[in-house]
């Protein structure tokens, strides 16, 4: 049982830094690129798929942040998040990978952590 413990921590720490530098590539490229880029980006989408978009990146970051208290919700917040962005096409390549597999990884934990207390 005590190997289980362990094994179940050190999934749980690979996927909460998959989440933290997932989460600051997701900042950086998709919240700091597109302020600096605001006017731009409102005139050729809409100021309405702009709004989605912010709405969903700190979806994914409040994830994140989450996870560290309550990995289920954090968990399905960050894939919910990932989802919506991937059906708007705005989140694009293999770097962006790492966001679900955090969330799974986080979901994975919690439901193993669930079975193994009687």
Excluded at 50 to 64: A, D, E, K, P, Q
């Amino acid at each position: 049982m005590g190997s289980k413990k362990a094994l179940i921590n050190g999934i749980r720490w690979l996927a909460r830094v998959l989440g933290i530098v997932s989460g600051l590539i997701v900042l950086y490229f998709g919240g700091l690129d597109r302020i600096l880029e605001i006017s731009s980006h409102l005139q050729k989408e809409g100021p309405l798929k702009f709004i989605v978009l912010l709405l969903l990146l700190i979806m994914i970051l409040s994830g994140i942040v989450i996870s560290w208290f309550r990995e289920a919700a954090g968990g399905m917040m960050i894939l919910i998040g990932y989802f919506f962005s991937l059906a708007l096409k705005d989140m694009e390549g293999s770097l962006f990978y790492t966001l679900p597999l955090a969330g799974i990884l986080l979901i994975f934990c919690w439901w193993r952590s669930g079975r193994m207390t009687p």
